[in-house]
């Protein structure tokens, strides 16, 4: 905790961007800093600023360079790291639906003996979690969660999967995630959400903000059928409890 | 309707123009055209927005046939052979393929990237402000990949506007400027004196994600998993294997390997257009030096419709202005007004 409450470090990415790194860990004190430092840029509205990109344990910040240098823009980000930020308005809570292990989680039965247990208790303490989005990123929509309990950290595959499949909900180190798009990963993969967090043509278009609150719960293959066609023709699938 | 149909078209062959800005939090990469400058030079001598979306044509050859009616285009960026008709017409100048009539275009000379400009545009359903092709994400328009023979444009009829021909500085050259960081910290001395002493050349499986480097080995300080944070364009990772990869417009918005430098945004058009194989070499510079180019770039965008000249007869001096092209020129990245182009 100590160590993430020093001034964040400024490095540069380059002459238009700055990094403002909290930790050089994943750290939940760091990433609650991260987008408290996000939510107050958003909040102040920095000429030059353009766009920001919250991560795990440090906040990218896009700037025009002919509307704002790097030191002036440093010297303001520093500031609103000191001053409390503004709260997360209301934060919101997505249950997200999950078809747990066979076809959808084809690592399940090996997570579970890896970590010498049964798949059924993986699935009940993977679903008691209670998340929060702490970055999305890779390719569209794919977040990254923290807050899986100690027991399900495990190291990601030493070879990468090429391709796996779109809504696959896996472990990666101390993280979860819920990947958008069929994609490239490394992580183990213990089932399938039918939820988009990316679809075009819905409103909104991304479903998960960074900070959200997500948990968990099971369904069946034939239930994720459903709903799975239900979020093609774009419905939310997923249910927000609090907002 | 007038439409421009694509006859035939190489690999990395896409439309592309200033790139969709504001979703990288939700891991939508910007995309847009390698080369900025060949873009609005382009798009400049026709009328459009500097950063309006353009064929960005990869290194090999292509063709175009006007349809319907006569097409109204500019060329600019990396130069080749080309002719309309069998006549040659040169780059960086505008042209008007006759109805019916095919523009040939050679492979890339001295250069990777060549963009063609349509006069008023590529009409196209925009998505976050920008029609430009990431196949991943399943966007772009006309079309959501890059683009295959058969392919067709809509175009407005040709005006009839006299021709012009943009007088664009001469080319940059010299190394790649870079500036250290975000985490040149996970590099030792030596290995970043190695990174700036070196030569290096672009592997020829580099994409529009990422530009892989060859030459030697970079290796960390404290192995290659960093935990992932944000990328730029120019972000110059270097995964396990040392070999470090310069990420480019379609790169992913976050990666986990450490960041040893950043070229810088002037330079990241002229990098783009390196071709597989040339030798060059990287150099550091500080941040003051790099905003200072970053503004002349800026400035330059913004003089670009000073710098269209009449054509004066319709007897070009090919050869004369091929000459003048064969370097390609310098540079990227803005919008006339703003760095970042109006979303």
């Known amino acids: 905790m100590e160590a993430t409450l020093r001034p964040p470090r400024l490095l540069p990415s380059g002459d ?35 766009e920001t990109v919250p991560t795990y344990r440090s906040l990218l910040v896009h700037y025009d360079p002919c509307q704002i240098d790097f030191d002036t823009l440093g010297e303001k980000l520093l500031t ?8 997360n308005g209301g934060t919101r809570h997505w249950r997200v639906p999950v078809a747990y292990g066979g076809e959808n989680g084809i690592d399940l039965e090996n997570v579970a003996k890896t970590l010498n247990t049964t798949p059924d208790e ?3 303490r993977h679903v008691a979690g209670h998340y929060r989005v702490a970055m999305i990123g890779f390719t569209p929509g794919w977040s990254y969660l923290s807050g899986l309990e100690k027991f399900l950290h495990m190291p990601r595959r030493q070879n990468p999967r090429i391709l796996t499949p779109s809504g696959t909900i896996s472990i990666g180190g101390v993280q979860t995630g819920i990947q958008c798009l069929a994609g490239p990963s490394g992580w183990h993969l213990i089932g399938r959400t039918p939820i988009r967090t990316y679809q075009l043509h819905r ?19 034939k239930s994720f059928a459903e709903q799975d066609k239900a979020a093609e023709r774009g419905e939310l699938v997923a249910e927000l409890v609090a907002s | 309707m007038t439409r421009l149909v694509v006859t035939s078209i190489g690999p990395a062959s896409s439309v592309q123009d200033g790139g969709r800005h504001g979703a990288q939090r939700y891991g ?8 900025r400058l060949a873009l609005a030079a382009a798009n400049t001598l026709v009328g459009n927005l500097p950063f309006a979306a353009a064929v960005e044509i990869g290194p090999f050859g292509a063709a175009f046939t006007a349809r319907e009616g006569a097409v109204r285009l500019a060329l600019s960026g990396a130069p080749r052979n080309a002719e309309i008709a069998g006549r040659p017409v040169a780059f960086d100048t505008s042209m008007t393929i006759p109805r019916g009539e095919t523009l040939t275009l050679g492979f890339a000379k001295g250069g990777a990237f060549s963009y063609l400009a349509i006069e008023g545009g590529i009409t196209g359903e925009p998505m976050f402000g920008s029609l430009a092709v ?57 290995a970043k004196q190695l990174f700036l002493n070196s030569e290096w050349k672009i592997s020829p499986t580099s994409d529009r994600m990422g530009y892989r480097l060859e030459g030697p080995v970079i290796k960390h300080l404290h192995g290659h998993n960093i935990v992932s944070d944000g990328t730029v364009d120019g972000s110059i990772q270097v995964p396990g294997n040392g070999a470090p990869i310069v990420l480019m417009p379609d790169r992913g918005t976050t990666g986990g390997y450490p960041k040893i430098a950043t070229v810088i945004s002037a330079d990241l058009g ?10 060059f070499r990287f150099k550091a510079i500080g941040m003051a030096e790099a905003q200072l180019e970053l503004k002349k770039l800026a400035q330059l965008l913004r003089s670009l419709p000073d710098r269209l000249r009449a054509i004066d007869s319709m007897e070009l001096n090919v050869d004369a202005l091929h000459d003048a092209n064969v370097a390609g020129h310098a540079v990227s990245a803005v919008d006339a007004d703003t760095w970042y182009p109006p979303v």
Do not use: H
């Open chain 1, 16 to 50: 238009a961007a700055i990094t403002v790194e909290f930790s050089k860990q994943i750290d939940d004190a760091a990433n609650q800093r991260v987008l408290a430092l996000d939510r107050a840029i958003s909040a102040a509205s920095i000429a030059g600023v353009t």
């Open chain 2, 270 to 279: 002229r990098l783009a257009q390196i071709t597989a194989g040339t030798v």
């Open chain 1, 203 to 221: 409103e909104p278009i991304f479903l998960l903000e960074p900070g959200d609150r997500v948990t968990f719960f099971g369904i069946d293959e």
């Open chain 1, 122 to 124: 993986i699935v009940a």
């Open chain 2, 28 to 35: 939508l990469t910007p995309s847009g055209a390698m080369d």
């Open chain 2, 134 to 190: 990431n196949a991943r994400a399943g966007l772009g328009s006309p079309y959501q990949r890059p683009l295959q023979a058969g392919d067709e444009l809509p175009a407005q009829a040709a005006t009839g506007a006299p021709e012009l021909r943009i007088e664009l500085p001469q080319a940059a050259s010299g190394p790649i400027r870079v500036l250290f960081g975000p985490q040149d910290d996970e590099f030792a001395d030596d």
């Open chain 1, 80 to 87: 609103l790291t000191k001053i409390p930020a503004p709260p």
